[in-house]
């Protein structure tokens, strides 16, 4: 490969580190020395504690994954929200072992398969231990640790991204056929996990026509592999969008806030950008030792390999603000999971060696950021709901609402409880935590659950329930799927912890062939 940063490298081990006279604690050197065993000792620590602890402190699943056990066990190509793999994947989980736990152990599974492939690509570049510091700038992001426990869209595509990353830097660098095919799956794959991929796609694709190097590949088979490998992989779900009218984009419509005049070109891509810095605080405080004294004879950022890497680093960021500067359409901050995924790599090729001295600094400020962020999370759902008495789903009382529900369905029926008519969150804890497992129509709205037979609810029966408004009178937008549903006394659980109560309406929707009792 052509010019590469100027770096003294570890024959053994590819590390870029500056050797120092001192000596160095022998934890530091076995890192040294063997970064990949580091890294594999890293990936171990970091699933077994992001694991673990929403194991223990999450008394009731989250919402993701409650929304994601009601779609899931559908097995549509498309729902109304968004694409489906994060939701087949969890009723996966759910089939295999039956327990909460996977599901965290699943995101887990997804963010270290995310930093793998990171370190893959990086470890050619910038060697073992330069791939192990950049993970270690990565893992400061709360993205990978504090909030991947609610396994959802944001997170499944994490690894989509990495390997496209992956693939498009080792298809530039060595033109080979296998890594345009990996390139047309990732993207492709990714578009089942959450359409945000254009964002990546987008400055990949502008990269490949304008760059002077790239554009050179146009003139062989790849990158039209790529593409079409890319459109056969997603085109099941893009047939879907077309014979559905397109229903997601609806929901991200109605998710982006939007646009009230001039100021809104400006103030949602800066608000936009304020959130993803505030964001990047711990990362770019474990960079720190690298920004400060760098260390002499550190490269000058003029390399392709450079080139690449800083566009898959800051592209996808440059084209959220871009989108958002042109349409005035407001983002959420919590899409910005997979943008970061190559600015670990980005600081460690630009700023270039890494001294003993400051490996040190940066697995202390690593360790400092890891622990405080799960100190933070073990705070907020263990300590602080006996004090703040605030919302938290996770300590909703799913299991007992729906033990509730089951029970006084089959007392007033004699039948089980085959549905439940209610909207996502309480009609999901319903549906997962019942024994009977019942299916939901979300909303009443059969256009929000088409897999639903009307007739066979009709049938069977269901239970209304909500939790808002007038707990004595059936809720409008209930009345029309569920006419003559007999209301019944309101009542009250409390919630798992912080003092809360549930106050839950609900009435009978008896089925023709029930028993009246």
Not at 216 to 221: F, V
């Amino acid at each position: 490969m052509p010019d590469r940063p100027a770096h003294k490298r570890n024959e053994e081990e590819g590390s870029v580190f500056m050797p120092s006279a001192r000596a160095t604690p022998n934890f530091l050197t076995w890192i040294e020395q063997r970064p990949g065993a580091a890294f594999a000792a890293f990936a171990v620590l970091h699933m077994a504690v992001w694991t673990a602890l929403p194991a223990l402190l999450y008394l009731n699943l989250p919402l993701d994954l409650i929304e994601a056990l009601t779609y899931g066990r559908e097995w549509q190509l498309g729902y109304d929200k968004l694409p489906p793999l994060p939701w087949w994947l969890v009723e996966v989980a759910y089939r295999l072992a039956g327990h909460d736990i996977a599901y965290y152990a699943l995101a887990q599974i997804v963010v270290i398969a995310a930093f793998a492939l990171v370190w893959t690509m990086a470890r050619p570049l910038i060697g073992g231990l330069g791939a192990l510091v950049a993970i270690l700038i990565l893992d400061g992001l709360h993205y990978f640790s504090y909030t991947a426990a609610k396994f959802n869209h944001d997170v499944v595509q994490l690894p989509f991204w990495a390997l496209a990353g992956l693939a498009f830097h080792r298809a530039l660098r060595t033109g080979r056929l296998l890594y345009w095919i990996l390139l047309g799956l990732a993207l492709g794959l990714s578009l089942w996990a959450k359409y945000f991929i254009v964002v990546l796609a987008l400055p990949l694709a502008l990269f490949v026509l304008f760059d002077k190097e790239a554009r050179k590949t146009l003139k062989m088979p790849g990158p039209y592999v790529a593409a079409a490998i890319a459109l056969a992989v997603a085109a099941p779900h893009l047939l879907w969008l077309v014979n559905n009218d397109f229903l997601p984009f609806h929901y991200a419509e109605a998710r982006a806030a939007p646009s009230r005049g001039l100021i809104d070109h400006i103030l949602h891509p800066l608000e936009f950008a304020v959130d993803q810095l505030g964001f990047l605080l711990p990362a770019l405080l474990i960079a720190a030792p690298l920004w400060f004294r760098r260390e002499a004879g550190a490269a000058t950022p003029q390399s392709y390999d450079w080139c690449i890497v800083t566009l898959l680093a800051f592209g996808p960021m440059a084209t959220v603000l871009a989108l958002s500067a042109l349409t005035g359409r407001g983002t959420v901050a919590m899409w910005g999971y997979p943008l970061w995924l190559f600015l670990g790599v980005w600081i460690v090729i630009t700023l270039g060696a890494i001294a003993p001295a400051r490996l040190a600094w940066i697995v202390g400020l690593w360790a400092a950021v890891f622990c405080g962020l799960a100190i933070a999370f073990i705070g907020n759902y263990a300590v602080l709901p006996a004090y703040d008495a605030r919302y938290r789903a996770v300590l909703y009382p799913g299991d007992r609402l729906a033990a509730e529900m089951s029970q006084r369905f089959r007392a007033a029926t004699g039948k089980p409880l085959a549905y439940v008519v209610s909207e996502m969150w309480t009609g999901g804890n319903i549906g997962h935590y019942a024994p009977e497992h019942p299916r939901v129509l979300i909303d009443g709205k059969p256009e929000r659950a088409p897999w639903i037979d009307l007739n066979d609810l009709k049938a069977r029966g269901a239970v209304v329930v909500w939790t808002e408004g007038d707990l004595d009178a059936l809720p409008a937008d209930y009345r029309a799927v569920a006419p003559g549903a007999q209301v019944q006394p309101p009542f009250a659980l409390p919630y798992r912890k912080g003092g809360l109560t549930l106050q839950v309406g609900w009435a009978i929707l008896r089925g023709a062939n029930s028993n009246a009792r």
